[in-house]
């Protein structure tokens, strides 16, 4: 298992780190860290933090660059955020499958968030 770092600078919705491990062919899985002191949760939401939906794509997209997969798969498709997620750690799944990956963001067999980035 490989420690990834730490993506972005220290700058509102950019405190993310995450843990990456290919699984299997074209499969990786990982564990994203969304910092609960981030400022960012002042303003979304105040009294209930959520992470902002475009941060758990720019997630997706730079886990799939530390994975190797090519920066090429650029395009966002069909992501759905089924919960909000709070501040904290959550299990990730990058498949790749032809010219898509299929992310998903998962906990206790209950699928979070769902979506394709596509070339």
């Known amino acids: 298992m490989r420690?990834?770092?730490?993506?972005g600078s220290s700058r509102r919705g950019s405190i993310i780190r995450s843990i990456v491990r290919e699984t299997g062919h074209n499969t990786w899985e990982g564990?994203?860290?969304?910092h609960p002191d981030d400022g960012i949760y002042r303003d979304h939401f105040?009294?209930?933090?959520?992470?902002?939906?475009?941060?758990i794509v720019h997630?997706?997209?730079?886990?799939?660059?530390?994975?190797?997969?090519?920066?090429?798969?650029?395009?966002?498709?069909?992501?759905?955020?089924?919960e909000f997620l709070s501040p904290g750690h959550y299990t990730y799944r990058i498949e790749r499958r032809?010219?898509?990956?299929i992310c998903l963001i998962y906990q206790d067999n209950?699928?979070?968030?769902?979506?394709?980035?596509r070339r």
């Open 98 to 101: 032809n010219d898509r990956l």
């Open 59 to 82: 997630a997706f997209l730079k886990a799939a660059d530390e994975a190797g997969i090519p920066e090429e798969y650029a395009t966002i498709e069909n992501f759905r955020f089924r």
């Open 31 to 34: 564990v994203f860290f969304f």
């Open 110 to 117: 209950r699928k979070l968030v769902t979506g394709v980035v």
């Open 3 to 7: 420690y990834m770092g730490r993506y």
């Open 46 to 55: 105040p009294g209930y933090p959520v992470v902002p939906g475009s941060l």
